[in-house]
């Protein structure tokens, strides 16, 4: 990796969240990466809905959670720590290669690796990455080593079992007639999933600043649902309704669900879509597992109406899964859509 050069305000803004730094990277084909001053203690979003799986009441508190926050925590989720580890230390020994050799791998495109450039619209960030198609073919995993492969494939099947799970929970907790109703929204035939691997070097200089890179910058994810998994280490934030952002305590026994836009539309916007960032803060490098689950290319998504009161209105038009991909892959990251 290329060695940015640290430049700090020494100016009252500097206390604020603005971005009043900037990291410049030694490759001036690459823009600046903003700096964010470090979130204070009394920002840890310390209150994080937990869904325990194996307690009776699951339904309702996953319903609850995706009301209140759009996030939760999953607990009592019965996946090895052990499988998890495993995919965690392949992702790091091949994060550690020399930037050459991870380079020749396969440059994202949008599969592959990728280095602080995130998609095609200008935005970066200190981060590099693996992006997989989900697919039943294993030969498609087959410029990765069998030792990845294998801890790949593992983890992808256990965390489909689990997004199934969830997902006919919250059908439950919503009393949708079809409990397997967004289950075979996005597990079935021809479901757009997509695997990533996010790593997030340690850059120990911003600690002598109190200061964060911005590590993969603000978004809500379009798909239904996301499911994340990471090691020991903070990052992760997300925004409250109040608009708000809370660092999320790291839990690497436990998984994160994030509601997608599509879901949004589903629940005619009574899940919201919830905004989340993470940001590098140089002490540890931070390695994240997120599966997102999107529903075929042409299937139709528009506001569910068992879930829509008497008299409620459809606020979003009928659209493609591909349609909206297509569109949401051509903004920013921040960008509303």
Same mark, same amino acid.
């Given at each position: 990796?290329?060695?940015?050069?640290?430049?700090?305000?020494?100016?009252?803004?500097?206390?604020?969240?603005?971005?009043?730094?900037?990291?410049? /990277?030694?490759?001036?084909? /690459?823009?600046?990466?903003?700096?964010?001053?470090?979130?204070?203690?009394?920002?840890?979003?310390?209150?994080?809905?937990?869904?325990?799986?194996?307690?009776?009441?699951?339904?309702?508190?996953?319903?609850?959670?995706?009301?209140?926050?759009?996030?939760?925590?999953?607990?009592?989720?019965?996946?090895? *720590?052990? /499988?998890?580890?495993?995919?965690?230390?392949?992702?790091?020994?091949?994060?550690?290669?020399?930037?050459?050799?991870?380079?020749?791998?396969?440059?994202?495109?949008?599969?592959?690796?990728?280095?602080?450039?995130?998609?095609?619209?200008?935005?970066?960030?200190?981060?590099?990455?693996?992006?997989?198609?989900?697919?039943?073919?294993?030969?498609?995993?087959?410029?990765?080593?069998?030792?990845?492969?294998?801890?790949?494939?593992?983890?992808?099947?256990?965390?489909?079992?689990?997004?199934?799970?969830?997902?006919?929970? *919250?059908?439950?907790?919503?009393?949708?007639?079809?409990?397997?109703?967004?289950?075979?929204?996005?597990?079935?035939?021809?479901?757009?999933?997509?695997?990533?691997?996010?790593?997030?070097?340690?850059?120990?200089?911003?600690?002598?600043?109190?200061?964060?890179?911005?590590?993969?910058?603000?978004?809500?994810?379009?798909?239904?649902?996301?499911?994340?998994?990471?090691?020991?280490?903070?990052?992760?934030?997300?925004?409250?309704?109040?608009?708000?952002?809370?660092?999320?305590?790291?839990?690497?026994?436990?998984?994160?669900?994030?509601?997608?836009?599509?879901?949004?539309? /589903?629940?005619?916007?009574?899940?919201?879509?919830?905004?989340?960032?993470?940001?590098?803060?140089?002490?540890?490098?931070?390695?994240?597992?997120?599966?997102?689950?999107?529903?075929?290319?042409?299937?139709?998504?528009?506001?569910?109406?068992?879930? *829509?009161?008497?008299?409620?209105?459809?606020?979003?038009?009928?659209?493609?899964?591909?349609?909206?991909?297509?569109?949401?892959?051509?903004?920013?990251?921040?960008?509303?859509?």
């Amino acid at each position: 990796m290329h060695t940015p050069f640290l430049l700090c305000s020494t100016s009252n803004a500097w206390s604020t969240a603005s971005v009043s730094a900037m990291v410049v /990277l030694a490759n001036p084909a /690459l823009d600046a990466i903003p700096i964010l001053s470090s979130p204070k203690p009394c920002a840890c979003f310390s209150t994080v809905p937990v869904v325990d799986l194996s307690m009776p009441g699951a339904a309702e508190a996953l319903v609850r959670a995706c009301d209140d926050f759009g996030f939760f925590k999953i607990a009592g989720h019965g996946i090895p *720590m052990e /499988l998890m580890q495993k995919l965690e230390a392949e992702a790091l020994r091949f994060f550690h290669f020399p930037q050459a050799d991870k380079e020749k791998t396969r440059p994202a495109d949008p599969f592959g690796y990728g280095n602080k450039q995130i998609g095609p619209n200008g935005d970066i960030g200190w981060v590099e990455y693996l992006l997989f198609a989900v697919t039943a073919d294993p030969s498609a995993y087959t410029y990765m080593d069998c030792s990845f492969r294998s801890a790949l494939l593992d983890f992808m099947l256990s965390v489909r079992k689990l997004a199934r799970e969830v997902l006919e929970l *919250m059908a439950e907790g919503l009393k949708l007639e079809k409990r397997e109703f967004f289950s075979n929204l996005v597990l079935g035939d021809g479901s757009d999933g997509i695997f990533r691997l996010n790593h997030y070097p340690k850059f120990p200089l911003l600690e002598k600043f109190n200061c964060s890179l911005t590590g993969f910058g603000e978004h809500t994810d379009p798909q239904l649902i996301s499911i994340l998994r990471s090691n020991n280490s903070a990052g992760l934030q997300i925004s409250l309704r109040d608009g708000s952002w809370v660092s999320v305590p790291p839990d690497s026994e436990s998984f994160f669900i994030n509601v997608g836009d599509t879901l949004q539309v /589903l629940t005619n916007g009574r899940f919201k879509s919830v905004r989340h960032r993470v940001l590098a803060n140089g002490s540890k490098p931070r390695i994240s597992m997120i599966y997102f689950f999107g529903a075929a290319p042409t299937e139709k998504i528009a506001p569910l109406e068992e879930l *829509m009161g008497e008299g409620e209105r459809s606020k979003y038009r009928e659209f493609t899964w591909s349609e909206y991909k297509k569109g949401a892959y051509k903004t920013r990251l921040g960008d509303y859509r």
